[in-house]
């Protein structure tokens, strides 16, 4: 792969007013900062403004954090929500997983082609079944079983794993678990799902079975993240694939399949390079 070109990523939202832009441009040229990257976007329903940046790394007089202590009064004075991340600094993800290793195997590949830009310190799991797969790559593996009956021992462990891991983003990678509403708190905005439905079509479980029985003539997977509403956190990214009515349950899981790996590396990416940004239960994606 080309050498990466450090940049520095500026996303914010704000209400929207005239100057926003001229305002975040002018302050960039003001100390030499070279845009190599730009969107935006307003939203007429909620009037709110959306923008994404990336900033040429060598073209600024000082670093990230006097980047941040420069901006800020530009932020404050325009009520932002808004970020400063490095394109260089790996973000460390944890996938969980459960005995279906498709989706996780097509992010180790990824990450070992160096396609994903990130560390995966870990990998949790329920099962042990993946374990020889997972610590041939080199990344230690954590059984965690989750008893019925001892649910919040088996998530405090979970919690504790992923704190120890320092762990950026959490990525529950067809993790047939559904996390307590105290975990979903402790991470806003960074526990990824891969659900294997076009939602809101189809939540919960067995969603193949269901579009099988429903009769479909497409079927998908969502990327979202995790709130404590069961599948219903803000969507990251989305695809289908036809079928037809000869289909049997195992080809619409097939097929699915496909879908959800590159659904879920599209939306993990999306997220990894700071393309998203959450208003509500809604998201921007600058792709």
Known sequence: MSERRPRYRLTFAC??????????????????????????HCDAASGWFFMRCEIDAATLPFDGDGLRQRFAPVAEAHGMRWQVID??????????????????????????????LAEIPCVLSNHEDLRAYVEWHGIP??????????????FARITELIDQARADTVVLARYMQILPPEVCARYPGRIINIHHSFLPSFVGARP???????????????????TDQLDEGPIIEQDVV???????????????????????ARG???????RVLIHGNKTIVFD
């Open 15 to 40: 209400p929207d007013r005239v100057g926003i832009v001229a305002a975040v441009s002018g302050f960039l040229a003001e100390h030499g900062g070279s845009i190599t990257e730009a969107s935006q």
């Open 87 to 116: 394109n260089i600094t790996p973000r460390r993800v944890v996938p969980l997983v459960s005995r279906q290793d498709h989706c996780l195997t097509d992010l180790l590949y990824r990450w070992r082609s160096g396609e994903l």
């Open 141 to 154: 593996y954590h059984h965690v079983p989750v008893d019925p009956d001892h649910k919040a021992a088996a």
């Open 208 to 226: 193949y079975h269901r579009a099988f029985e429903r009769g479909v003539k497409l079927i998908g997977a969502t990327c979202h993240y995790v």
């Open 242 to 264: 036809r079928v037809h009515h000869d289909d049997t349950v195992d080809d619409l899981i097939r097929l699915g399949r496909d879908v959800e790996r590159t659904v879920l």
């Open 268 to 274: 993990l990416r999306y997220h990894l390079e700071d």
